[in-house]
């Protein structure tokens, strides 16, 4: 199962163990009225909104390459998006720290992983046209960065693609033979684990 989604509005997503206070300009996101939220998988803490693409991949473990474990995992996923992307680039996309895409050492594309007894969760974002400078006003320093990062500021650690968002999604979805729908969407169980869980301070400011 492949899906795509992009915000309409600005907001922050903390990894599952991150602690908001840490990785987040509190007095910028509520003077802006930035929503923060949390995510159920881990990795560092994103802003989203327009001209970034999410993608959500859901695998079985038993049936694909991916299923010994997160380092095969990440193998598995990130090696077939840096062939496809570096295709339609015609440059060449690194694989960078443990979840990372990236060209020239400038990162468009985090990713992360929630694993099950029979499927996969392995979803991530791409930079196509987002307000890079909105990033370095909404975050801190990270608490945690990959070596490569070599403590540059966001701005002057990310990149866009400048490349059409359904162009980005054909691409992918050639590459997982993703072509037929899925068909309806369940809003009525999203909307109950929004209700639930996703929209509490408890869950959002747990750390």
């Known amino acids: 199962m492949l899906r ?5 509005r600005y907001f922050v997503v903390v990894g599952y163990g991150n602690r908001v206070e840490r990785e987040v ?5 509520q003077h802006n009225a930035m929503p923060i939220l949390r995510r159920c998988t881990g990795g560092g803490t994103v802003v989203q909104g327009p001209g970034c693409l999410n993608y959500s991949l859901v695998l079985s473990t ?8 997160i380092t095969a995992t990440n193998d598995f996923v990130l090696g077939r998006h840096q062939a496809a992307l570096a295709a339609l680039l015609h440059a060449g996309v690194q694989r960078e720290g443990q ?14 992983q929630r694993r099950k007894k029979h499927f996969l969760l392995f979803h991530g974002s791409f930079l196509l046209d987002f307000n890079l400078a909105l990033i370095e006003k909404s975050l801190l320093m990270p608490s945690r960065q990959p ?3 070599a403590n540059r500021s966001h701005a002057d650690f990310l990149v866009n693609l400048k490349l059409p968002a359904d162009l ?14 899925a068909g309806a969407v369940p ?5 109950r684990l929004v209700r639930e869980k996703y929209s509490l301070d408890e869950w959002n400011r747990k750390f």
């Open 99 to 112: 979840t990372d895409l990236a060209i020239g050492r400038l990162k468009f594309s985090g990713n992360a």
């Open 4 to 8: 795509f989604w992009e915000a309409a």
């Open 187 to 191: 809003t009525e169980a999203i909307g």
């Open 147 to 149: 070596e490569y990062r």
């Open 25 to 29: 300009d509190l007095a910028f996101c």
């Open 62 to 69: 038993g049936r694909c390459e991916s299923s010994p474990g």
């Open 168 to 181: 980005v999604k054909q691409t992918l979805r050639e590459a997982w033979q993703a072509l037929e729908s």
